[in-house]
């Protein structure tokens, strides 16, 4: 899978990262949908590289949860650091 098809799975990760965690993420719709898109590369980076994901549709659910799981994780890191003052 491509890039730019890691960037248009991350917007739509990004709008279920805000719709899962609506008071996490500061900030509003963008910076969800931009936490989606660096969600869904880091991701897709680190299921291949963990679980030797082979990460080469865009349709295949193994590609869906990896990106949303990593959307979560890094608007939690996100809203974590964001958070303190």
């Known amino acids: 899978m491509g890039f730019f098809s890691f960037i248009i799975l991350g917007l739509i990760v ?3 990262v805000k719709a899962i965690m609506p008071g996490k993420v500061q900030g509003g719709w963008i910076t ?3 936490l989606g898109v660096v969600g869904a590369i880091v991701g897709g980076w680190l299921g291949s590289i963990i ?3 082979d990460l080469g ?3 295949n659910i193994k590609t869906w949860l990896l990106s949303i799981g990593g959307g979560l994780v890094v608007a939690a890191a996100y809203g974590a650091i964001k958070g303190r003052k």
């Open 51 to 53: 679980f030797n994901a």
């Open 32 to 34: 969800s949908i931009i």
């Open 14 to 16: 990004g709008v279920i």
């Open 57 to 59: 549709s865009f349709f």
